[in-house]
């Protein structure tokens, strides 16, 4: 059964850093896309980070631009979210999820984690 399982996130302090892992299984994704999507309660799904199957190209939202670095380890079925300096407004569930092309619309993407929360305390 192919998977995305989500790990990492947890209860932390606003100016504090998490890395999120995403690790695929079931299958190879290395010529795939992988992003990260976060979701607060009431609000939309948002696209956070995303990187092409390479490793070589990378988007992030302007919101955590500076602040969240993406990054992949084929070999590992695996992409990570670095994620510092948070913010009480980056409390959110985070999914990962796979997909076809480099884009920030969720509809591109096929296949999605079942999420990890991220909580930031002020």
């Known amino acids: 059964q192919v998977q995305l399982v989500e790990s990492g996130g947890g209860l932390v302090q606003a100016g504090d850093s998490l890395r999120l892992s995403c690790a695929a299984s079931?299958?190879?994704?290395?010529?795939?896309?992988m992003g990260w999507f976060r979701q607060a309660p009431g609000k939309e799904r948002e696209s956070v980070a995303a990187?092409?199957?390479?490793?070589?190209?990378?988007y992030f939202s302007s919101s955590v631009k500076g602040r969240f670095t993406i990054s992949r380890d084929n070999a590992k079925n695996t992409v990570y979210l670095q994620i510092n300096s948070l913010k009480p407004e980056d409390t959110a569930v985070y999914y990962c999820a796979v997909g076809g092309l480099l884009t920030t619309n969720p509809d591109n993407y096929n296949l999605w984690g079942q999420g990890t929360q991220v909580t930031v305390s002020s």
């Open positions: 990187i092409s199957w390479s490793g070589q190209t990378a």
């Open positions: 079931g299958r190879t994704f290395r010529s795939l896309v």
